[in-house]
């Protein structure tokens, strides 16, 4: 079988499928307030086109996906497409990230589809806060789509995007969470991307303060494995029943161990997150070498960081930030 290694010799075994770039929330860290023009129908690819890739990929050495968006639940027929893909050989770990709103009625077709672990985006416990930083959004679905998930047995993460003044006095709340519940916090770093540079330095948080806050309140904890695809490094408060990851982009890069691609709802492979770099290889998606082709096309001119955490940006082919916001790249 053939795999797929970058020219730094990083073996890539995951692929993130954004399979829409709809989403009813306005998150501030994902689009912009005014929202973004959606694209039409036939700009995003068919149920058909991701099954075709999919098993393109698992011919290439990709044993991992997860679906992202937008909000890839909104999709009618994204229980169909969890199904097919669960059913492709060499497939073996499938997940999806979702603002957790549409679980409360999903959540059972997909267990049974296939779907085995969510990633969960939840950057408050405050109602008024949640409908804030997601601009109109309702925590009590989310609470209840996350109760209905750990029901089913999913494996639970929750995305935590921690910014300045908005949700960084609630670390401890969060790590307080894990005590009695059987989920892994995630918290992750803002990103300068869709944003004014200016507003993001003002609002980053470098991941270092959860463990002062751990400190301040005298919480022991030790560093975990955990089964994931995730760059996040995990630990376990003493006695709790979850646990907690730092994703630290900025802080402290992890970008030498990446093993993912990432393709975006209009069928454009992106090997890095950061830069503007991108191959069209949706025209490709029924001939497998001319897929294979782009794909490795795509790996050969990755570069072994981003910008945000890279000085030799020589080193990149497109050396402009992508133009995409995160709902149109899946993250």
């Known amino acids: 079988m053939k795999q ?3 020219r730094y010799d990083r073996l890539h075994n995951y692929i993130r499928i954004s399979i829409t770039d709809r989403c009813p929330l306005r998150c501030v860290y994902c689009m912009p307030k005014e929202g973004l023009p959606f694209f039409p129908t036939e ?6 086109e991701i099954v075709q890739m999919v098993e393109n990929f698992s ?6 996906v997860r679906f992202t968006g937008g909000e890839p639940l909104l999709r009618s027929d994204v229980v169909d497409i969890v199904r097919r893909v669960h059913e492709i050989p060499g ?3 499938i997940s999806a990230t979702t603002n957790g709103l549409y679980l409360p009625r999903k959540a059972a077709a997909l267990k049974e589809a296939g779907l085995q672990r969510l990633n969960i985006s939840l950057d408050t416990f405050d109602a008024d806060r949640y409908k804030k930083i997601t601009r109109g959004g309702n925590i009590k679905q989310v609470l209840k789509g996350i109760e209905v998930a750990a029901e089913l047995g999913f494996m639970i993460k929750l995305n935590v995007v921690v910014i300045k003044g908005q949700n960084d006095d609630e670390i401890i709340d969060f790590l307080n969470y894990t005590r009695t519940h059987n989920v892994n916090i995630r918290f992750i770093e803002f990103m300068p991307i869709g ?19 751990c400190a301040e309140n005298g919480l022991e904890y030790e560093p975990i494995e955990l089964t994931g695809n995730g760059p996040s490094e995990n630990f ?7 646990s907690f990851g730092l994703i630290h982009p900025i802080s402290n890069k992890f970008c030498e161990t990446c093993n993912r691609l990432r393709i975006t709802p209009d069928g454009y492979v992106k090997a890095c997150l950061y830069w503007d770099e991108e191959i069209n290889i949706r025209q490709a998606i029924p001939d497998k070498e001319e897929f294979q082709r782009l794909i490795q096309k795509a790996l050969d001119n990755k570069p072994l960081n981003h910008e945000m955490a890279m000085a030799d940006a020589d080193k990149v082919v497109n050396k402009a930030p992508t133009w995409r916001h995160m709902s149109q790249i899946g993250g």
Do not use: H
Request: no cysteine; aromatic share 10%; charged share 30%.
């Open 4 to 6: 797929l290694y970058d």
């Open 43 to 48: 700009r995003v690819l068919s149920q058909d």
């Open 59 to 64: 011919e290439m050495g990709i044993s991992k």
């Open 91 to 93: 497939i073996d770990d």
């Open 195 to 213: 944003n004014p540079l200016k507003t993001w330095q003002k609002e980053y948080v470098g991941l270092k303060s959860v463990f002062d806050v």
């Open 236 to 242: 376990q408060i003493k006695d709790a029943v979850g």
